[in-house]
């Protein structure tokens, strides 16, 4: 359902406008979430996440492109959460769910 991925600094771990699929929770480091100025030209940060947080979140239930890039701030470990798997495992507990409901109606 997840891996850890490490991260060199300047490393870009997903880009603005791509199909999120993703959530991720920071376990070492420091990252920036930045977006595109298109009338500068250039990337300006919106914040800096320490360890322990978890960001991109809404990605597990909604299929939407990003609206921010992130990048690496220094040497940081990610845990990376897969969406397509956090689905499959959904769909499973669903069926097991309704599996022992059933029994314990019968």
């Known amino acids: 359902i997840s891996d850890c991925i490490e991260y060199a600094p300047g490393d870009t771990i997903c880009k603005e406008g791509e199909l999120a699929k993703e959530a991720f929770l920071l376990l070492t480091g420091k990252i920036d979430i930045v977006k595109w100025d298109t009338e500068n030209q250039r990337e ?15 990605t597990l239930f909604e299929n ?38 059933q029994l314990n109606v019968n």
């Open 44 to 58: 300006f940060p919106l914040r800096t996440i320490a360890p322990g947080e978890i960001f991109a979140e809404m």
């Open 64 to 101: 939407i492109e990003r609206p921010c890039s992130i990048k690496a701030k220094e040497t940081s470990t990610l845990l990376v959460i897969s969406s397509e798997k956090v689905k499959e495992y959904q769909f499973l507990f669903n069926k097991i769910s309704a599996y022992i409901a």
